[in-house]
């Protein structure tokens, strides 16, 4: 979940026993607004679009999955809730594309709301799912596990089958395709952001970019955490930092986040729908993107020290 602390917790409650007893229940219906009050808004339908060249949205209203095509198959990131997988397949469909083309699936946080359709959309599609260690573990159950911020607070989801780790730092390949992992934890211990080079055009025309799906970087938790003192995640500090510091020097033409509202992509697109050619790119998006970040994270800290 990427929300501001006291949002995030208003609205969201603990996972029902039932539902973390069947974390693995493929066929689970979709969350009630007990459960999970935002998620019919997150879940609302949009129409994809083309990002540049090869990258395409195909996530809803709320929540991000990008499509990375090629003639030799394509790469998803990020899955939704587990009533989004419907809607992102039926909006590949829509681009043009055939969901049994997708031949990696990867996330950028193992909660219900990013990781959530992954395993029926890799049931579809046949293809691999890949993540780091953490967030790895965490899909291959369906729950997630105590170094979690919001252990308390994180619903249960369809677990995915097979799920091959991979490190900070590796390039993943689907033919043409090169999506590089950059681990950005502390929003969870396996946050990863992921990189890559989409083209557009021929020739002398040919346009490049360099595109950043930036993790969530939010210090959301369970009202009693502290992540100034946490004994269960005791790196989160210093996985913030390094995230902070990895989102700064990346070559970051476009930035895209889990929620498309952190990078006001819809209103971008609006933007250079309507004739602003150049409204996407922002070589200094991923810098401040993390500059808000590390400022959430302050104010964040300096509540937990006027708390007793």
Not at 85 to 99: D, L, T
Not at 161 to 187: C, K, W
Request: charged share 20%; glycine share 10%.
């Amino acid at each position: 979940m990427n929300r501001p602390s006291a949002f995030a917790l208003a609205c969201v409650l603990s996972a029902p026993a039932a539902l973390a007893a069947q974390g693995a229940d493929s066929a689970h219906a979709a969350y009630t607004p007990d459960e999970c009050p935002p998620c019919a808004e997150w879940n609302a339908p949009h129409a994809p679009f083309r990002i540049h060249g090869g990258t395409w949205y195909v996530g809803t209203a709320g929540l991000g999955a990008i499509l990375l095509t090629s003639p030799a198959g394509h790469i998803l990131i990020d899955g939704g809730l587990p009533e989004s997988a419907p809607r992102i397949a039926a909006s590949i469909r829509a681009a043009g594309f055939r969901v049994e083309d997708v031949k990696l699936i990867l996330n950028s946080h193992a909660h219900y709301d990013h990781a959530g359709g992954i395993a029926a959309l890799a049931r579809q599609s046949g293809a691999e799912v890949a993540a780091l260690p953490w967030s790895a573990a965490v899909m291959r159950s369906g729950t997630t596990r105590p170094e979690d911020p919001q252990l308390e607070v994180a619903l249960a989801f369809p677990a995915v089958g097979a799920v091959r780790e991979i490190a900070d730092g590796d390039t993943l390949h689907v033919g043409p395709l090169a999506v590089v992992a950059h681990a950005t934890g502390g929003h969870t211990p396996g946050g990863t952001t992921w990189s890559w080079r989409s083209c557009d055009g021929e020739g002398a025309g040919r346009r490049c970019l360099d595109l950043v799906y930036a993790d969530s970087q939010t210090p959301v938790s369970a009202d009693e955490y502290r992540f100034s003192r946490s004994t269960r995640y005791p790196a989160v500090l210093a996985d913030f930092a390094r995230g902070f510091a990895t989102l700064e020097r990346l070559s970051c033409d476009v930035l895209l986040t889990p929620h498309p509202g952190a990078s006001r992509l819809f209103e971008r697109v609006a933007r250079r729908d309507g004739g602003e050619a150049e409204a996407l790119r922002d070589p200094g998006a991923c810098r401040a993107y993390a500059a808000a970040a590390r400022r959430q994270l302050e104010a964040r800290l300096a509540r937990e020290r006027a708390t007793p």
